[in-house]
Nanobody, 116 residues
């Protein structure tokens, strides 16, 4: 069974940093793409960052220059380093993986709250 498990969320002050992790139960090479999305209260889920295996990473304009997505293949884990956090970054962050035939997998989400 394919599972994605996020961790690393929490409460941070504006300007602070957090690193989110997404651990997969299968090799991340089995995913065509892996990415991060977020959903703020009362809003729809939105794209944050995505990488095709071996490909470039794309970022939403709202996080470009502040967030960095990376991966550790032996650990089957992808990361989202978030710097210079703003209150508007407050949301539940979800890890997403897409495998063959466009089968999508989502983690349970991790809460990020940016507040003083």
């Amino acid at each position: 069974q394919v599972q994605l498990v996020e961790s690393g969320g929490g409460l941070v002050q504006p300007g602070g940093s957090l690193r989110l992790s997404c651990a997969a139960s299968v090799t991340i090479f089995s995913f065509n793409t892996m990415g991060w999305y977020r959903q703020a209260p009362g809003k729809e889920r939105e794209f944050v960052a995505v990488q095709a295996t071996g490909g470039n990473i794309m970022y939403a304009d709202s996080v470009k220059g502040r967030f960095t997505m990376s991966r550790d293949n032996p650990k089957n884990t992808v990361y989202l380093q978030m710097n210079s956090l703003k209150p508007e970054d407050t949301a539940i962050y979800y890890c997403n993986g897409v495998r063959a035939f466009d089968r999508q997998y989502w983690g349970q989400g991790t809460q990020v709250t940016v507040s003083s």
